[in-house]
């Protein structure tokens, strides 16, 4: 799975799109009292999708975003955020619907809590992926797949899209989000023919197979047919299984302010490495600086400013 080196492709990230309201720190005492104070409350965008879009857009990547948002003033803000981050507006807006909203609870270690209002963009449908949108890119994400009912709401629901993406011969990503059972393979199962590249955590791995070891899991998803499979592991980095071939790729050192959104800079990350016509390898370990780099201040998106950023810190 190597793209010819082209960092033109245009890539659509579709799924959440969601205002985040970021709160450090947040301890378990705060809440049984009347008020208390923190260090930081601010407003940002949030969300698979919009994540994406943000950190390619960064990276000198041609990025869309394809999403919901409510026709409220968090929508418009939400709308306005993407368009000056460079991100190309594919924005479908939902009358008569709230935006998707979030209370992002960030405890003093970095590690955080969402307390989430879905709205518009949790309707977020097949309908909203045309073919005229598909014909426009070359790399297809989904983001947040088991938290888009218009989406993910058959067997056959996510296999379609993904089947109608590839066969159009476009790259296609996916990640997935929520606490995943084995009982959630019934949908992701036919879909995996269909996907290049798959990119779970490691708890969403292990929670879909019911594994006990992120490389068993990577198997499992091989087996049913997805090209390439990267384990996201934190602190610990990532495991990358490409042609039969399993590769550790350790975390790169960062101060951890916030993991807000390191698991969708490391997806940007990835995808900036493919379109330069990287091996999955390369990809991972730009994936692992992309992540060092979300996780050194608050909020899900912003800390990325260039792919030479990513390059400086992988020639260390």
Known sequence: MIFKDNPD??????????????????????????????EHIGLAGGGDAFNV??????????????????????????AGKARARG?????????????????VAIRPDGERTFLLHRGACHAFAQEDVTDALLDRHDVFFLGSAFDLPGIDNTPAALATLFERAQ????????????????????ELEPALPWVSLFLPSR??????????????????FRKMGCETVGVKLGAEGCLVLSD???IRVPAYPARVVD???????????????????????????????????AV?????????????????IISK
């Open 9 to 38: 492709h245009r890539v659509l990230c579709a799924g959440l799109t969601v205002c985040d309201i970021l709160v450090k720190p947040v301890t378990p005492e705060f809440f049984g009292r009347d008020s208390a104070p923190v």
């Open 87 to 103: 991100v190309r507006d594919e924005i479908t807006v939902s009358r008569g619907a709230r935006t998707s909203a979030s209370v």
């Open 203 to 220: 708890g969403e791995a292990l929670g879909l197979t019911g594994k006990k070891d992120p490389a068993e899991a990577a198997s499992v």
């Open 167 to 186: 066969k159009r011969g476009m790259l296609t990503v996916l990640d997935v989000t929520t606490d995943l059972t084995p009982a959630h393979m019934a």
């Open 53 to 78: 879009a943000s950190n390619l857009a960064a990276m000198g990547v041609p990025a869309s975003l394809a999403t919901r948002v409510g026709d409220d003033e968090l929508g418009e803000w939400l």
């Open 259 to 293: 993991t807000t959104g390191a698991g969708d800079a490391f997806v940007a990350g990835f995808i900036a490495g493919l379109l330069r016509g990287l091996p999955p390898v390369d990809c991972a370990r730009l994936g692992n600086a992309a992540g060092s780099v």
């Open 296 to 312: 050194s201040v608050i909020g899900a998106n912003g800390a990325l400013e260039s792919f030479a950023q990513l390059e400086k």
């Open 244 to 246: 039969g071939v399993f």
